[in-house]
């Protein structure tokens, strides 16, 4: 069983997460299409129809994480997601093509795009168990003052956590790339 305050911290910060997600691609979308279309799994004439469903996906997704009365839905619903967005990930690291940006990054915002790399597949998986376990059965017991300042503190630190694990990330594609040789024509 998830405790409510738990619960309530996964929803919200989920929430959040994935209309920021959302809103992200809308705001660049032509990037965004261009990234989908440079993943090379799917053919490129549905690209257009899935670069204009995923952010649908993610604000209803991201919007039943803060208003359903039951989390267990969007809560599966966003570990497949997270899944599906892991799988093009790890195809493309496989194929050892590292050089494309995730489209997961908030570019602008950040000053860069993340380039694929196995962290990315990693963070990913941690947000996928999370999910998961958002999707057990909430206990009852009564929620306190205290437990809202926790809350606030709570989703703090997960902005913190996840903003530093994706500079982490970022840093960790930029040294292997300094330290990829370098071609000699001599």
């Given at each position: 069983m998830l405790d409510?305050?738990?619960a309530t911290t996964l929803s919200i910060g989920f929430g959040l997460l994935l209309l920021m997600a959302a809103v992200h691609k809308l705001s660049e979308f032509s990037r965004f299409r261009a990234v989908l279309t440079e993943y090379?799994?799917?053919p490129a004439f549905i690209v257009p129809v899935v670069a204009a469903v995923l952010p649908a996906v993610e604000i209803g997704l991201g919007l039943g994480w803060l208003?359903?009365?039951n989390t267990a839905?969007?809560?599966l619903a966003t570990a497949a997601l997270l899944a599906l967005y892991s799988a093009g990930i790890a195809v493309n690291l496989l194929r050892g093509r590292v050089h494309?940006?995730?489209g997961c990054g908030f570019g602008k915002s950040t000053g860069a795009e993340d380039?694929?790399?196995?962290?990315?597949v990693m963070r990913n998986a941690v947000l996928l168990s999370a999910a998961l376990a958002a999707a057990l059965p909430i206990a009852q017991r009564t929620v306190g003052i205290l437990d809202y300042f926790t809350l606030v503190?709570?989703?703090l630190a997960l902005v913190l956590m996840f903003t530093a694990a994706n500079q982490l990330i970022r840093n960790g594609a930029a040294i292997r790339s300094w330290r990829r040789p370098v071609a000699r024509d001599d």
């Amino acid at each position: 069983m998830l405790d409510p305050l738990l619960a309530t911290t996964l929803s919200i910060g989920f929430g959040l997460l994935l209309l920021m997600a959302a809103v992200h691609k809308l705001s660049e979308f032509s990037r965004f299409r261009a990234v989908l279309t440079e993943y090379r799994v799917m053919p490129a004439f549905i690209v257009p129809v899935v670069a204009a469903v995923l952010p649908a996906v993610e604000i209803g997704l991201g919007l039943g994480w803060l208003f359903a009365a039951n989390t267990a839905g969007p809560a599966l619903a966003t570990a497949a997601l997270l899944a599906l967005y892991s799988a093009g990930i790890a195809v493309n690291l496989l194929r050892g093509r590292v050089h494309i940006s995730c489209g997961c990054g908030f570019g602008k915002s950040t000053g860069a795009e993340d380039a694929l790399s196995w962290g990315l597949v990693m963070r990913n998986a941690v947000l996928l168990s999370a999910a998961l376990a958002a999707a057990l059965p909430i206990a009852q017991r009564t929620v306190g003052i205290l437990d809202y300042f926790t809350l606030v503190a709570a989703l703090l630190a997960l902005v913190l956590m996840f903003t530093a694990a994706n500079q982490l990330i970022r840093n960790g594609a930029a040294i292997r790339s300094w330290r990829r040789p370098v071609a000699r024509d001599d």
